[in-house]
């Protein structure tokens, strides 16, 4: 029991970060490890910190991407409203 403890405890491997940036490079693959990382039982304890992180920023930047789409949105509509308010459409009769 306390030898499984102690592999969670170990430090990350160079090589092991190498792959591990690269298995979360992979789209839908990547955020799946992230979660089986974080919350699963067999990552060892500075790899399931850094999961945890990464999830954590992810939801950030996805919160942020958000809200700077729905900004977009409400600009480029009022630009749009506001171009075609102006327009005289009566030369296509």
């Given at each position: ?11 990350v491997?160079?090589?092991e ?66 171009m ?10």
């Open positions: 029991m306390s030898e499984m403890y102690q592999n969670k405890d170990q430090t491997s160079i090589g970060w190498v792959i591990t940036y690269i298995i979360t490079a992979i789209p839908l693959v990547g955020f799946i490890m992230l979660l089986v990382w974080a919350f699963g039982s067999d990552a060892k304890t500075s790899k399931k910190n850094w999961a945890i992180a990464a999830l954590i920023m992810a939801v950030i930047g996805a919160v942020i991407g958000i809200i700077f789409a729905v900004l977009f949105a409400a600009v480029f509509a009022s630009v749009f409203e506001n075609f308010e102006n327009m005289d459409f009566s030369s296509f009769n």
